[in-house]
Antibody, heavy 118, light 112 residues
Framework: QVQLKESGPGLVAPSQSLSITCTVS????????ISWIRQPPGKGLEWLGVIWTGGGTNYNSAFMSRLSISKDNSKSQVFLKMNSLQTDDTAIYYC????????????WGQGTLVTVSA | DAVMTQTPLSLPVSLGDQASISCRSSQSLENSNGNTYLNWYLQKPGQSPQLLIYRVSNRFSGVLDRFSGSGSGTDFTLKISRVEAEDLGVYFCLQVTHVPYTFGGGTKLEIK
């Protein structure tokens, strides 16, 4: 059974950095790409970036200067790190996986809410 | 970036009616490999989005045939026939042809 589960700090102070872990089960990170998507409360969805099976990454240029995605295949974990957080970074952060290899984003984690506040 | 314009913002329907949602891209979504990467999702309150349609018109596993997708190039449509209460929520389109991948703003399907 494919599962993804995000874990994050909940609250981050402005200008600080954010680290979120996506722990997956039911499949190997060597076989599927993982993307990160976020959703501010009550608003739309925004794609942040992807880590490919081979470890390469591709980022939304809007975040490229402060976003980093990495993974540990042996631990089945994918990591998102974002620097210099501001209040408009408050959002639910999701990790997602495709099914057929066509970027369908068929499987989503439950999401983790990150609030940026002093 | 490919800007995805989704209309309407809100769609009041009566149960049993057909609903239609439009998604227009600022760029053609046809890839050089000939495929068009446009997906549709439904997000129910308090839940993660769920995939309905991928690559314009392909229903994901378990999705009922009341949901259908069509379109090409820059104009795409999601149709829901015989709307049921379980269909209510916010629908999003997503293009995954061009990086960065971009979402439409969402359409809230609600009871009239």
């Amino acid at each position: 059974q494919v599962q993804l589960k995000e874990s994050g700090p909940g609250l981050v102070a402005p200008s600080q950095s954010l680290s979120i872990t996506c722990t997956v089960s039911g499949f190997s990170l060597t076989s599927y790409d993982i993307s990160w998507i976020r959703q501010p409360p009550g608003k739309g969805l925004e794609w942040l970036g992807v880590i490919w099976t081979g470890g390469g990454t591709n980022y939304n240029s809007a975040f490229m200067s402060r976003l980093s995605i990495s993974k540990d295949n042996s631990k089945s974990q994918v990591f998102l790190k974002m620097n210099s957080l501001q209040t408009d970074d408050t959002a639910i952060y999701y990790c997602v996986r495709d099914h057929y290899g066509s970027r369908e984003f068929a499987y989503w984690g439950q999401g983790t809410l990150v609030t940026v506040s002093a | 970036d490919a800007v995805m314009t989704q209309t309407p913002l809100s769609l009041p329907v009566s149960l049993g009616d057909q609903a239609s949602i439009s998604c227009r891209s600022s760029q053609s979504l046809e890839n050089s490999n000939g495929n068009t990467y446009l997906n549709w999702y439904l997000q129910k309150p308090g839940q993660s989005p769920q995939l309905l349609i991928y690559r314009v018109s392909n229903r994901f596993s378990g999705v009922l045939d009341r949901f259908s997708g069509s379109g090409s190039g820059t104009d795409f449509t999601l149709k829901i026939s015989r709307v049921e209460a379980e269909d209510l929520g916010v629908y999003f389109c997503l293009q995954v042809t061009h990086v960065p991948y971009t979402f439409g703003g969402g359409t809230k399907l609600e009871i009239k």
